[in-house]
């Protein structure tokens, strides 16, 4: 009943501040889902438009199912579908309409046996910025090494 994580967008997170962040159901077809169970999924160059009132998700790579026939679609980078609610999609359109803001899947998950597709709000790092996470996250990686190599 719990949540697997299936891919996480790293990317997403060394590139942008993710300030707000939604779920949304993703329409697939054939074997998709059976490739995404197996972790075949590449969500690095992925990204979400709005058109005409629905939300797309571009460039996510679902590699093909080994052992499927016909029902395998022919591109694994395909536009696919999310499903939100119509308060939620207006919410998203006016955070991608702002200067500045894209809208970057960050994760792939199944949440009771569905494929869920959780969406970020991203607001662009500069150089500095990036280079300030680093920092940060190597500070934590070495006081957690202190303290692991003290209590020995």
Known sequence: ????????????????FIDEVFEAGIVLMGTEVKS?????????EAFCRIKDGEVFINNMNISPYEQGNRENPGDPT???KLLLHKSEIEKLWRFSEQKGLTLVPTKIYLKESRVKVEIGVGRGKKLH????TLKQKEAVREMAK???DRDR
């Open 1 to 16: 009943m719990g949540i697997k994580i299936i891919a996480s967008n790293k990317k997403a997170y060394h590139d942008y």
């Open 36 to 44: 995404i169970r197996l972790g075949k999924v590449n969500l690095k």
């Open 78 to 80: 395909r536009v696919r």
């Open 129 to 132: 910025d990036k280079r300030e």
């Open 146 to 148: 202190v303290i692991k």
